[in-house]
């Protein structure tokens, strides 16, 4: 790695999902959950960070619609823990749990 700076730093960049088209990320998320049997994905919504959250919503919509599994999206900031509230934070995690609990009971 350190005798490959520029090809490491590729490597790196190319392993973050969210420079991928939408399709790209819709299927690597599948194949993950597909791979590990993941019950349900949490998704930070980073209001710091636009580009991350670009599309977030619609992966959510066809992760959901599409393949089945349920997703939570969490919209927190990573620089202004203002816009952290840890109630409803909290709460939508709960859900979330209970969801995912409900299909593993049917």
């Not at 790209?24 to 599948?30: E, L, N």
């Not at 194949?31 to 049997?37: I, L, N, Y």
């Not at 930070?44 to 919509?61: A, E, V």
Request: proline residues 4%; contains cysteine.
């Amino acid at each position: 790695v350190l005798n490959r700076p520029i090809e490491a730093m590729s490597e790196l960049m190319l392993s973050f999902w969210y420079i991928y088209d939408l399709d790209t990320r819709i299927k690597k998320f599948k194949e993950t959950v597909d791979e590990w049997k993941i019950d349900g994905v949490i998704l930070h919504n980073n209001l710091s960070c636009r580009p991350n959250s670009c599309g977030m919503y619609d992966l959510k919509k066809h992760l959901q619609e599409d393949y089945d599994v349920p997703c939570l999206i969490i919209t927190a900031d990573m620089n202004d823990p203002r816009k952290f509230n840890e109630v409803q934070i909290t709460n939508q995690i709960e859900s979330f749990i209970e969801i995912l609990d409900q299909r593993k009971k049917n």
